[in-house]
Nanobody, 124 residues
């Protein structure tokens, strides 16, 4: 079973920076896409940034130019560098990974797994 370990959240003043990390482990064959989502209290979970295996990225309009997503395929790790943070970036941030895992001898299956979430709080 694939598991994710997130780290890097915390409290920061407006204008500051944080870097989130998400490490995927388990019987992973390949990872297609890795992404970061966030959910603020009373709001729906939304996509922040996503990156495919070939490095194609997409970002929410609200974070373009401030956040950068990157990944290290050999380590099954994805990062989210967050600069110029604003109070409205305050939320729980979740990593999501899609890919293929070993399901038995000569068997593979799709997986989609979410991390447990890491809190980012930006004070004004």
């Amino acid at each position: 079973q694939v598991q994710l370990m997130e780290s890097g959240g915390g409290l920061v003043q407006a204008g500051g920076s944080l870097r989130l990390s998400c490490d995927a482990s388990g019987n992973i064959v390949s990872i297609s896409a890795m992404g970061w989502y966030r959910q603020a209290p009373g709001k729906q979970r939304e996509l922040v940034a996503r990156i495919t295996r070939d490095g194609t990225t997409n970002y929410a309009d609200s974070v373009k130019g401030r956040f950068t997503i990157s990944r290290v395929n050999a380590k099954n790790t994805v990062y989210l560098q967050m600069n110029s943070l604003k109070p409205e970036d305050t939320a729980a941030y979740y990593c999501k990974v899609n890919g293929w895992e070993l399901a038995g001898e000569n068997l593979q299956r799709n997986f989609e797994v979410w991390g447990q979430g890491t809190q980012v709080t930006v004070s004004s």
